[in-house]
């Protein structure tokens, strides 16, 4: 039966040289050895997969089609070959050459361009997504992810290094058209009798966590509208169709609409959210610390000019963590 299992390099070399060649007596000349070594390479490699590669009957030569699939993915391993070297000497030097990082909407939305510009200088090719933190943590446990910036911190999972890069609290937004300001649990409490609230999505981490703020301050209200991003709820307020909690981030994010809502920081209530870097345990550390040290840079300059443009009550909502050398001591893995 043939083994397709072991595939030797060089075959896969003098297959893709004939293959661009389209002629063994040229392709043998590039490669410096003879038309019967092209010859019989081929042909060891047809018994291997048991397939036809080559139609011999034609000149110039052709591909079969199994022949063209070879070729394609040949190409794309001999490349990843070839760059092993540097992948290596990179690795050695804490650089990862293919890193791959979730985004939180509200990270992505605001700091993404300067982060990625930054990131772009510590990895050799970088791969962005952005979305849900519940989606994040799923591809980082999967190893489909190496990083996540996530409200969620995953502190039920084992084998998880987390470091948190801020703090934010809730923030109430409503209409223009409403009447006064609502900076309290006792004004919530008013409103939520009288006008329908506008829901973050449940199974968003943020409309999960703002679903058990309401419970803790025994304030029941109806889901009759879910929403999945910030800027869309933010229109929906500002078009009057209710009121809703939401974050300092989230305004931010939500662009030119939120000059059409009003603005009410929350007193006395100690709810909110965290902003975490992510990894998984012992894998890629210098990585992680470099990561760190941009996202929380990038924060840093980021957040208070915008969040002051909006409101001026907004920068005491957000807590960034305090910088410091010992970046492991800081480090949570349990």
């Not at 929380?296 to 915008?306: Q, Y």
Request: glycine letters at 6%.
């Amino acid at each position: 039966m043939p083994n397709a299992n072991h595939v030797d390099i060089q075959m896969l070399q003098i297959f893709v040289t004939t293959a661009e060649e389209q002629n063994m007596t040229n392709a043998a000349k590039r490669l410096g050895i003879t038309q019967s070594a092209v010859s019989q390479s081929i042909q060891q490699l047809e018994e291997q997969f048991g397939v036809q590669l080559m139609n011999r009957t034609r000149r110039p030569l052709s591909l079969t089609s199994a022949g063209l699939a070879l070729k394609n993915r040949a190409l794309t391993l001999l490349g990843d070959i070839a760059n092993l070297k540097a992948q290596i000497i990179d690795a050695s030097q804490g650089i990862k050459p293919d890193v791959r990082i979730g985004l939180v909407d509200s990270f992505a939305a605001t700091c993404g361009v300067s982060f990625i510009k930054e990131m772009l200088n510590v990895s050799a090719t970088l791969s962005i997504r952005a979305g849900l933190s519940p989606m994040h943590g799923e591809s980082l446990i999967g190893r489909s992810l190496d990083l996540a910036i996530s409200t969620d911190g995953l502190h039920a999972i084992d084998g998880i290094v987390r470091r948190r890069l801020l703090s934010e609290r809730f923030v109430l937004i409503t209409p223009k058209s409403y009447p006064g300001t609502y900076t309290t649990i006792s004004d919530m409490r008013k409103l939520a009798d009288t006008q329908p609230l506008l829901h973050f999505n449940r199974q968003s981490h943020l409309g999960a966590q703002i679903d058990v703020f309401l419970r803790r301050i025994d304030i029941k209200v109806p889901h009759r509208l879910e929403l999945d991003g910030a800027d869309t709820l933010t229109s929906m307020v500002a078009g009057g169709i209710g009121w809703a909690i939401t974050t300092p981030m989230c305004l931010l994010q939500s662009g030119t609409s939120i000059k059409t809502v009003k603005v009410h920081p929350l007193k006395g209530a100690n709810a909110g959210r965290s902003l975490f870097l992510l990894a998984r345990y012992d894998e890629y550390k210098h990585l992680f610390n470099q990561t760190y040290r941009i996202a929380h840079a990038i924060l840093e300059s980021t957040l208070p000019p915008g969040l002051r443009s909006i409101h001026p009550g907004l920068e005491s909502l957000i807590e960034l963590e305090p910088r410091t050398d010992h970046e492991q001591d800081d480090i949570d893995t349990h």
